[in-house]
């Protein structure tokens, strides 16, 4: 802002009394500078949400040891604030922790706030309860949205401003909404989370945007908020400056230089990574070294990528369907998704090198451990474990009914003769198994477009049960259809001309293991029609580290051990090998428990190995 140069001088003054013995960061159009002197943000991301909380310390001594000096992290708000108003903060949502962990390691820190922070997360990181709120438009000068954000940030700030650059703590920069010129150009909207973010996070914290280039960071950027961009050095370096306003205009920070990419569920896809192409690697190296001469910023996507643990995964809207992002958030990144670091980490540590202030060497490498064989035997069917039924007539969606990831089982007896085709009016927008009298009929699934999902006709007589279980594969977190993200099977649901009404609801979030009915039957004779089936098992290691489990010949389902849920697995790929993080691991009596979502009776022997695998079988459920 531009104020008289006397008042300036004046305000000037009192700020060096007031700032005597704090740290500070600032910018000018040429440069950062932290405590003064001019810093060069040598930034890499590592989302702390990703990472499980035991192996944080570690993570940051590679960071080090690479030749960062930043950590840029996501905070996903939908994993903290679980319902309105209630905050978890243990765990790996200890964002607090993870802050000063990072100062501990000689690092500095980017929030990157949003709230709206895509990530390839459930929704882009909004808590699904938002659906339930009325009036919602997410990502709008929206007052119901922007209550719920203001609501949030004060929260946030609150907890975190003690680690404020001026309070002496880590927090250099914080990130207001993300890349939102892809999505809008509404300045109002952008102005009022910008207010919001003034009035709730500490005043030393430098805020700014990110944003493609170009007319989208034309959209996005905001009055008096430093104006990034993220992908490629040479955007950043040539388009950045001509389209920033003067009062956005600072120092080159590219927020986000790709490495490789996310990795989709599909019998097509590949894993992203350039590990082992010497000359993608060392093209990666050149764009770093050219940014660093330049005196330019940047951040790392991804640094460290991580895991989608739980039902925390995003989605893609591909045109016609959905395309869910996987387990593994390995993003071919210079640590990989076990915390090691790859060839692109000590090319990368080579280039940096050069800038690093105190660089640290590399910390040794654990080997992983493997675990030749897993015992695990069918416990109980997952429809002899199911909770109290909601009864209804009309379908809701399934945040109407308080639940917000996980499965849904929508059971009805039929009272006459149905007969006909299917029909889920929506499309779906989701995975369904249907099932008549506990005997699987076939899958409908937002992945497959319209004209190749599985035409299912049935006959239904009186007292005959037909379920249909509905999984929640992730929320869309990225493009213009994110504004409803309900989940679940609701509104009309028809078997040939009838419609059926009349439904016992049950939800399964799977936040704990439900619990078997005392008349269960043992699963016997697994076979390809069988409803879901938990195994379950346990393994002794003789040393206790991390290992990738692989599960030959199961088709679909979930995997725990010792309660922790490591997330999906998928026979159709890419990914077959599950990150299982030896801290979450002991020598004796570890327990393993595993949904099997569509048993054959074929499954092979659960593993833990060493080296991992990337490949795709074909889909079984494919029409
Ligand atoms: C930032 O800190 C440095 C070193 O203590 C000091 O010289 C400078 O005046 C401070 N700048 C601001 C804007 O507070
Ligand atoms: C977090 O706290 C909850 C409630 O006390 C507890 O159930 C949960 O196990 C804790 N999680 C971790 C990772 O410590
Ligand atoms: C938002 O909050 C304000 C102030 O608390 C209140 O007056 C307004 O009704 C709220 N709007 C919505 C849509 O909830
Ligand atoms: C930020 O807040 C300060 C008071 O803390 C106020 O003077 C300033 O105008 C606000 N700026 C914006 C852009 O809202
Ligand atoms: C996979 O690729 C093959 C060969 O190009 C194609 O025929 C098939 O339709 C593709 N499958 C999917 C699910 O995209
Ligand atoms: C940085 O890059 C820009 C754009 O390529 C160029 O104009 C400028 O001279 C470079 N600055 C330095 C110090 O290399
Ligand atoms: C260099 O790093 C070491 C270990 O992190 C630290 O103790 C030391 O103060 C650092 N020195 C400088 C000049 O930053
Ligand atoms: C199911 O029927 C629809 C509508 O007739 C058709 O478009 C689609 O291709 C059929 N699905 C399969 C797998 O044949
Ligand atoms: C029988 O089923 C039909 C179709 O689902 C439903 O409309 C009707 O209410 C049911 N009748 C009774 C008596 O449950
Ligand atoms: C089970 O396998 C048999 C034999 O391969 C096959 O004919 C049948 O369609 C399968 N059933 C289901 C539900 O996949
Ligand atoms: C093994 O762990 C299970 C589940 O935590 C527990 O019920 C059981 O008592 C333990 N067995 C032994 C031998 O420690
Ligand atoms: C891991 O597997 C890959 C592909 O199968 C192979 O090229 C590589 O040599 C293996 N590495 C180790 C350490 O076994």
New binding site residues.
Partial sequence: MRVPPLLCLLSGLIQVQLVIGKTNFTYDQKSFYLNGEPFQIIGGQMDAQRVPWQSWPSRFSYA?AMGLNTIFTYVYWNLIEDQPGQYITNGSNNIYAYVQQAQE??LQVVLRVGPYICGERDWGGFPAWLNNVGDMTVRSNNDAFLNQTQSWLSWLGNWLNPLAIGNGGPVIMAQIENEYGFYGSDHTYTGALSSQFNSTFDSSIVFYTNDGPSSALQSGEIPYVLAETDGSVYDMLTARPQYVQASSQGPNLDGEYYIAGTDQWGVNNTHASFSGQPDRIKSIQADLSGALANGSSFSIYMFHGGTNFGFSNGAYWNNDRTNPITTSYDYGAPLDETGRPTDIYYALRDSLKPYA??I?SVPDVLPLVSIPSINVQPSFYLFDGLPDPLQMDQLKNIEQLNQWYGYTLYRHVANSTLSGLLNLNYGPKDRVIVYINGQRKGVLDSIYPRDQQQNITLTLYEGDILDLLNENLGRIHFGSDITSQTKGVFGDITVGNDEISGWNVYTLPLDEMPTPSVDAQSPVAVSNSSTPIIYTGSFDLTTVGDTFLELPQWTKGVIWVNGNNLGRFWTIGPQQSYYLPGVWLQETNNTIQILNLEPTGLEGTVVGVTNRTWASHPDPDAA
């Fill in positions: 080090r390691a000689g202030k105190n640290t």
